[in-house]
């Protein structure tokens, strides 16, 4: 079976100070996860995914996320944050023989200014 | 401009009857999905279809239905068995079901109960 999982429903983060959401995960064999962002009323962006090879991935609009194997892993980061950061992300994991993506609960970002 | 079309945005249903919601993509992907979406439960596969002709249930299938005669499109079918279905429905597609292969989503459809 695979689940993951997002502890934090709200981060608060003032506007240019690095931000993180977090991801764990859980899956038999290796994973590929992705991170996905949403604003109000709109489907979901996907902003990175790991798959194989380096654990540091970067993605679409600065974002970046670091493959932990041992920590299982997969936390969203920005050096620096944007008040248009503000969104729901949702971290998303499959495993290998899967044929379903399984996503997090979502974690509510505010960059305040 | 490629990418993935749902409709109507708005949708409302009356006791007893059936809606569907449409959703088309122009990526010339395989594989089509359906989500909802309910505030703080993140997203629940409904069904998901691999080739045209072919779908299996996710994991809230009761009270849904759906067909996939063309590749590019992927229609629900909200039925009246369906009790609670005020929720954002999202379509996504992706090349494969395998692997890593991204799913890339549609704007959403809101489902409301008059």
């Known amino acids: 079976a695979q689940s993951v999982a997002q502890p934090e429903d709200q981060v608060n983060v003032a506007e240019g100070n690095p931000l993180t959401v977090k991801c764990t995960y859980s899956?038999?064999?290796?994973?590929?996860l992705f991170w996905y962002v949403q604003y109000p009323n709109r489907g979901l962006q996907f902003l990175l995914k790991?798959?194989?090879?380096?654990?540091l991935v970067k993605g679409s609009y600065g974002f970046e996320a670091e493959f932990n194997k041992s920590q299982t892993s997969f936390h969203l980061k920005k050096p620096s944050a944007l008040v248009s950061d503000s969104a729901l992300y949702f971290c998303a994991v499959k495993q290998g023989s899967a044929r379903q993506l399984t996503f997090g609960s979502g974690t509510q970002l505010t960059v305040l200014p | 401009d490629g990418g993935i079309t749902q409709s109507p945005k708005y949708l409302f249903r009356k006791e007893g009857q059936n809606v569907t919601l449409s959703c088309e993509q122009n990526l010339n992907h395989d594989a089509m999905y359906w989500y909802r979406q309910d505030p703080g439960q993140g997203l629940r596969l409904i069904y998901y279809?691999?080739?045209?002709?072919?779908?299996q249930k996710g994991d809230i299938a009761e009270g849904y239905s759906v067909s996939r005669e063309k590749k590019e499109s992927f229609p629900l079918t909200v039925t009246s068995a369906q009790k609670n279905p005020t929720a954002f429905y999202l379509c996504?597609?992706?090349?494969?079901?395998?692997?890593?292969?991204?799913?890339?989503f549609g704007p959403g459809t809101r489902l409301l109960v008059l």
């Open positions: 790991y798959i194989t090879g380096d654990n």
């Open positions: 996504a597609s992706s090349a494969g079901l395998a692997g890593g292969e991204t799913q890339y």
């Open positions: 279809s691999q080739i045209v002709n072919d779908f």
């Open positions: 899956v038999s064999g290796n994973p590929y």
